[in-house]
T-cell receptor, first 110, second 112 residues
Framework: GQQLNQSPQSMFIQEGEDVSMNCTSS?????WLWYKQDPGEGPVLLIA?????ELTSNGRLTAQFGITRKDSFLNISASIPSDVGIYFC??????????FGKGTRLSVIA | SQTIHQWPATLVQPVGSPLSLECTVE??????LYWYRQAAGRGLQLLFY??????ISSEVPQNLSASRPQDRQFILSSKKLLLSDSGFYLC???????????FGSGTRLTVV
């Protein structure tokens, strides 16, 4: 089946630094989504992207839907301790189930 | 507003025992329902999904089964648990034509 390559697998950053993570796919999607999972909880949707080239912000988060429809990135500016968690990208084509990346584990050092 | 309930939150079961995890959704009709498993705090593996009552699609053949006896109820079962069934099980729902899934808070299953 389809697979998403998400990188990096983990990041250790200082509080206040910016963070960037990305996902690539061998096939196209028409929706890209970014989720965050806090420890012991279910993932929560952060940003949804519907159109190739679209750039969307949600507070300190910015995400882009790649022009080829095969990639997406998520940036977090000025990280804070509560940004800690696992970030997942997900792609969807039509009504097929979402395909998830393996996640990026973010640790923030105060 | 829509809510999703998943229980129990944690479960410790011996090898060979049966399993039943339940998920219910409120505030919407005819949702698409999903069961995911997450091992070792990392990737989400789709196990089953359902687009209607009595309809189940299995993504990965394994020791588990799913049922949808009512429109907003999704059950994950096993007749005999294996050690490898341990993990974090997540239920999710979506509506056809809209984007994204909403996840429940998960069940941490430990098979001993």
């Amino acid at each position: 089946g389809q697979q998403l390559n998400q990188s990096p697998q983990s990041m250790f950053i200082q509080e206040g630094e910016d963070v960037s993570m990305n996902c690539t796919s061998s096939s196209i999607f028409n929706t890209w989504l970014w989720y965050k999972q806090d420890p012991g909880e279910g993932p929560v949707l952060l940003i949804a992207l519907y159109k190739a080239g679209e750039l969307t912000s949600n507070g300190r988060l910015t995400a882009q839907f790649g022009i080829t429809r095969k990639d997406s990135f998520l940036n977090i500016s000025a990280s804070i301790p509560s940004d800690v968690g696992i970030y997942f990208c997900a792609g969807q084509l039509g009504n097929t189930p979402l395909v998830f990346g393996k996640g990026t584990r973010l640790s923030v050092i105060a | 507003s829509q809510t999703i309930h998943q229980w129990p939150a944690t479960l410790v079961q011996p090898v060979g025992s049966p399993l039943s995890l339940e998920c219910t959704v409120e505030g919407t009709s005819n949702p698409n329902l999903y069961w995911y498993r997450q091992a070792a705090g990392r990737g989400l593996q789709l196990l089953f999904y359902s687009v209607g009552i009595g309809q189940i699609s299995s993504e990965v053949p394994q020791n588990l089964s799913a049922s949808r006896p009512q429109d907003r109820q999704f059950i994950l079962s096993s007749k005999k648990l294996l050690l490898s069934d341990s993990g974090f099980y997540l239920c999710a729902w979506s509506v056809t034509g809209s984007w994204g899934y909403t996840f429940g808070s998960g069940t941490r299953l430990t098979v001993v």
